[in-house]
């Protein structure tokens, strides 16, 4: 019985995971925040499709008023595009009109001192953005540069892993109650042996407690509650039909 409730626990999760990797979803297509291109002209163009912009990274000249042939596709969807300073969108520099697809437009987008800018759909902040690259300004400053976290001393939520071995007798039935994460008490019923069941307990100084006994009292029952880091917290050895950790 607990074999196959392990085995139910872990695939759920995997099954889940699969899941969500393959909807295509917008985290997969969330444009390259990096994304870096080269002034070639004035006369810019952009679409959107599926709600998703055709470029993550569009460029001009330093001081050129330009313009941005923008192209919805997207049949009753509402789409623009506008330029700020950055990510934030605080300050805008430029305000699209916002356009039902499907239809073009042309904006006209004025003249830009030379420095890295951020395009975005306004209706669509989160999934249709880009950089607006302003003449040819020094690299993206890498703002990861920074040292390595200090290493996190500070130990998660401890776990704790209640055992019960032994041996048991043939038709016996061997009960087992044990603390739960959230301090309830929990049986297992016709358990097989050995046993071992890990919570993490909300409180780090609860230890828990772990039972274990037998029907026909002819099995023969040990116990012990162990630490993540292999501190034995509790043990019980004595072979007998009932046990207590
Ligand atoms: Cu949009």
Known sequence: MRVRYSVIALS??????????????????????????????????????????????????????????????????????????????????????????????????????????????????????????????????????????????????RQVTYTVTGTKAPLDIITITFTDASGRSRMQRNVYIPWSFTLTPISNSDVGSVQAQSLLGLSRLNCSITASDGTVLSQRSDNSPTTSC
Not at 69 to 86: L, T
Request: proline letters at 12%; charged letters at 15%.
């Open 12 to 157: 759920l999760p995997a099954v889940a995971w699969l899941g969500l990797a393959g909807t295509g979803s917008f985290a997969e297509s969330k444009p390259n925040p990096g994304a870096d291109c080269k002034p070639n002209g004035t006369a810019l163009s952009l679409t959107a499709s599926d709600n998703k912009f055709d470029k993550d990274c569009m460029a001009v000249p330093a001081n050129q008023a330009s313009t941005i042939a923008f192209e919805n596709r997207d049949p009753g969807i509402p789409h623009n595009v506008s330029i700020y300073q950055d990510d934030t969108a605080s300050k805008a520099y430029f305000k699209g009109e916002v356009i039902d697809g499907p239809k073009k437009i042309t904006y006209n987008v004025p003249a830009l001192p030379e420095g890295r800018y951020f395009f975005r759909c306004d209706p669509h902040p989160e999934f249709m953005y880009g950089n607006f690259v302003v003449g040819n300004p020094p690299p993206a400053s890498t703002t990861t540069t920074t040292a390595p976290p200090t290493t996190t001393t500070t130990s998660g939520p």
